[in-house]
């Protein structure tokens, strides 16, 4: 019998519905045992976000300070898990505070140490450095990533800043003004995540993971945008001067905090709609001149190695 435990944590339902089907074809398998996880922050982040505690939210995430959560229920220690799916979504660039709390927690140096882990990403469509700092928590755990399979809002990113916005506030995920896309990942790309099963059950039963990223890229387990990738790696350092500024201002919901987080939500504002578009128009000048670091990093992106500091 191999046993396959699904981590997850999830407001909206999105994430466990993407995880639900990636898992599916093993729970239909004979000898596959499935079970799950839900990691619960003892305060919860409420769902539909208001809008303080939304942008509140950003110097513990980005900083990857932990919050307190529940503690499992024993039955989650009483086995040894063959194959470890690690569902997680992204918050400013990060994994999201309560996925980044359980790799920091005693639970998950019990059941990730020597694993095998598929990180299933659910997210906007900024996850490439989350993911870099993602492959340091799983080593600090002596977990082993083999898989990484991410769903995206395939929508232009300005729409998907409008829609996902509309979405994280009132909690419905529907068009905005009947104009506008539903944000978040398809229902198409849900629905399809059924795919992602059979090359993943196939490695669980021969228990050789060697070739599965390979075998999921072909079947689009993750696509890179090289556009993305610079905008993410810039706005991981702007993030990190403004995180560490406002992190002194003191805890959440403080007044004095709250008027940078303010500050710092007019930054992005201004950011996300004057200073991406530049970056994009000086992207795309210097594409040509850069094709050889691009492609090599798209290479290294989709895959599930890890650079070492000083590469
Ligand atoms: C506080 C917060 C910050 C977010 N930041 C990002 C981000 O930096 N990049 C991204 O692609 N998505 C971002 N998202 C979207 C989430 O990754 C995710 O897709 C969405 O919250 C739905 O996930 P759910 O399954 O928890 O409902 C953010 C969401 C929240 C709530």
Redesign the pocket.
Known sequence: MKNVLVIY????????EIAQNVVKELENAENVNVSYHKIQPIDEYN?P?QKDK?YD??PE?FLQIPCDLEEPQPELFSKKYDLVILAY??????P?IPVNSFLKSDAAKLILKDTPVITVI??????IQ?QEKMKVLLNENQAKLVGNIVL?DRHINHVSVIT?EKW?FSGKKESYLGIFPKP??SKKDIDEAVKFGKPILNCLLQNEYQDLQDNLLKIDAVTINSFLVLVDKRANVLFGKWANLIIKKGKPGDKKRLKWIGLFNKYLKFAIWFIAPIVFIVFLLTYLPFIGSIKKDQKYFASVNQKLKNQ
Not at 89 to 94: A, N, P, R
């Open positions: 944590y999830t407001q909206s339902g999105q994430l466990r769902f976000w939304f939210a950003f995430s979504q992204i918050w400013y660039l990060t999201s659910g997210c906007r469509n900024m996850w989350a995206i996902i994280m978040g990942v």
